[in-house]
């Protein structure tokens, strides 16, 4: 990743390569032995772009190939050529100074078996990458192959994380040098595919940051790539600061609005065409996400994104904000009977609460058909031609699910609860913090095995457990006298009762969403003025 | 329909809250003709397909959670919730 000195270097032709091997921990070197060695066949025809001071042209060269190298510094061809007169390689090798941009004027069509270029594109803007790639495409003999290797953007969150952090000040000094910069490829997937060509990553070194591809070209791809004109844009999985960003916000604070949401319309995923199907789905951003990780790279299908004010599926269909309207219009405004061949929309299970199926195929004769409740069940259903099994049809609320669910919650009533407390009561923030967040995350791993159908019944038995726990914690370790006893038990029980009430709302296996509310406020009133009248009544006060 | 604001989002959870909490499920198995439609969508299985009479059976009636879905895509509005 230090490759980004390059650009100093490259006003030294004459410490270059000693320079560039140091930048790249020697890792360069590596690349260039196995591309020399693995894919210079004797008597092929090379075109290596931005060849430099010629060191992979002359091992290429020497494997025997004939190679052309252009670069658009003569200061760096000079010393190319002394590098080959040296070697005897000028039979073999041919240098031209121009532009990366200009070599499908100067080349003619099909002239070479293979197209290299080391550290080259990352230097290109993003327009010209694509530009100088599709120019290769047409240089290519038929069966050829360009190599690439580059310098890119990890693919992980973590990875771009540190990647950024160790890369920023190296930018910067660079950039102090020289005015200018490099700047690594990301999603280089996306960048292929557009051009017309299908990667294979070879090597990778320096924690995927330097990595060589393979590009074969493809004759569809040129077709396949261009969106019809009613589509928004393509969706593809990404994982990078933004997305842990927003993925922190929601696993907190999702039940806050405004909600992030996702423009509406009709967008691509891998590459679909006229046979693929539509996948209907909401707008919230956390869903739009979701989806696309679940099916990204699984299967090619157009992804029909309905305006449902930002919420998720189940609770807008479940409000009046998803309806049978709102993906009506949506398969107008982007002309839908257009860009596929077939009338049929597969909607997510759980918006069936709301979006009228039969209104759909009633009012504009789109087939609806009933996914799975889960995205990460759509692959196999689609596979199977859209059959559903039971499993892909019940919702279950496992562990992990319900410890989200339980964060959530607390991510909105914690605020509600802790911040006065932290304000006006400093002195019991952390018996409250503790006990609230203890009882709601136990309550979550316990709540299927609790006696109760609903969130206020299973706080009796939840509150028995805490009650007990505080006795046993008195007896055992620390005892306290009685009416520090008592204040412990009435705020337990008010703690139980608010944990076990409000994960209700979260749980989509219980009804009546957040039913306790009236319920809640009359506990809290009787538990307010147990805590004011019991003391009195027992003489403490 | 604009988005709500949170103050309408939580009242909202209330009213419906009220309504849901006491509605039961019921089916008029004459109207029934055997879409399924409710078996499709029903995310907590209270529905079997009965394939040799081409009707529905409404066979666990507890696991109902009141969402609706089934009374919605019934073509046949054999299905109740109150």
């Known amino acids: 990743m230090a490759t980004v000195f390059m650009k100093w270097l490259e006003t030294e032709p004459a410490d270059y390569d000693r320079g560039i091997q140091v930048l790249t921990l020697g890792r360069l070197r590596r690349v260039h032995q196995a591309i020399a060695e693995r894919y210079a066949q004797s008597e092929s025809r090379i075109l290596e772009i931005g060849c430099g001071t010629g060191s992979l042209a002359a091992m290429m060269a020497r494997k025997g190939a004939h190679v052309i190298g252009v670069d658009a510094s ?9 590098r080959i007169e040296g070697e005897q ?39 010209e990458q694509e530009f100088v790639l599709q120019a290769c495409a047409g240089l290519l003999a038929p069966g050829g192959t360009i190599l690439l290797a580059d310098e890119f953007v990890p693919a992980g969150w973590f990875q771009r994380l540190w990647y950024t952090l160790i890369r920023l000040p190296l930018v910067f000094v660079t950039w102090i040098l020289t005015r200018t910069t490099t700047a690594a490829l990301s999603h280089p ?28 070209p493809t004759d569809a791809a040129a077709g396949e790539g261009v969106l019809p004109a009613t589509a928004v844009g393509r969706l593809s999985h990404k994982s990078n600061l933004r997305t842990w960003l927003a993925d922190l916000w929601a696993l907190f604070f999702r039940i806050i609005p405004p909600y992030p949401k996702v423009r509406p319309g009709l967008y691509a995923i891998g590459s679909p065409d006229r046979a693929s199907p539509v996948l209907v789905t909401g707008n919230f951003d956390l869903t739009v996400r979701r989806l696309v990780q679940a099916i990204d790279g699984a299967v090619d299908a157009w992804i029909l994104v309905a305006d449902s004010a930002g ?7 479940g409000g009046g904000y998803f309806t049978a309207e709102k993906v009506i219009a949506a398969v107008k405004s982007s002309h839908l009977d257009q860009v596929v061949d077939h009338h049929a929309l597969v909607l997510p299970q759980l918006c069936a609460n709301g979006v009228d199926g039969w209104r759909i195929r009633r009012e504009i004769g789109w087939g609806v058909h009933w996914g799975p409740a889960k ?37 909105f009533y914690a605020l509600l609860i802790l911040v006065p407390v932290a304000i006006f009561w400093r002195g019991l923030f952390w018996p409250i913090a503790i006990s609230l967040l203890g009882l709601s995350y136990f309550y979550g791993l316990v709540m299927p095995w609790l006696p109760g159908r609903d969130g206020l019944a299973k706080s009796v038995p939840l509150t028995v457990i805490a009650l007990t726990g505080l006795l046993v914690y008195t007896r055992l370790f620390d005892p306290m006298a009685a009416p520090h006893m008592f204040n412990w038990a009435v705020g337990l029980t008010g703690l139980s009762v608010f944990s076990a009430a409000e994960l ?14 009236g319920w809640e406020a009359m506990i809290a009133a009787g538990l307010g003025l147990i805590y004011w009248l019991g003391p009195l009544a027992l003489g403490w006060r | 329909m604009s988005e709500p604001t949170l103050w309408e989002s939580l009242s909202e959870h209330l009213v419906l ?25 029903c995310p907590v299985g209270c529905w079997t397909p009965d394939r040799v009479h081409r009707v529905v059976v409404l066979h666990d009636i507890d696991q109902c959670i009141a969402c609706g879905a089934c009374v919605l895509q019934c073509p046949e509005e054999a299905i109740e919730l109150s």
């Open chain 1, 74 to 82: 003569q200061a760096m061809l000079d010393q190319a050529k002394r």
């Open chain 1, 189 to 216: 997937d996306d960048l292929f595919g557009r051009t017309g060509f299908r990667p294979e990553r070879l090597l990778t070194f320096l924690g995927g940051s330097l990595a060589l591809y393979r590009l074969f």
């Open chain 1, 89 to 127: 390689l000028g039979d073999r090798v041919e240098f031209v100074q121009i532009d990366a941009s200009l070599i499908g004027e100067r080349f003619d069509p099909g002239s070479f078996d293979l197209i290299v270029s080391t550290l080259v594109f990352s230097e290109l803007p993003p327009d």
């Open chain 1, 375 to 411: 995205a990460v069940d759509i692959p196999v259903y689609l596979a199977n031609h859209r059959k559903k099994t039971d499993a892909m049809r019940w919702v279950r609320f496992p562990a992990k699910d319900r410890m989200e669910m339980v964060t959530v919650t607390l991510g």
């Open chain 2, 17 to 41: 809250a009220r309504r849901l909490r006491g509605l039961e499920i019921s089916l008029d198995p004459e109207a029934c003709k055997g879409t399924w439609q409710c078996y499709e969508v």
């Open chain 1, 311 to 317: 919420i998720n599926v189940w609770c807008a269909a």
């Open chain 1, 504 to 517: 209700q709302g979260m749980s989509p296996r219980m009804r009546g969403e957040q039913a306790n509310w």
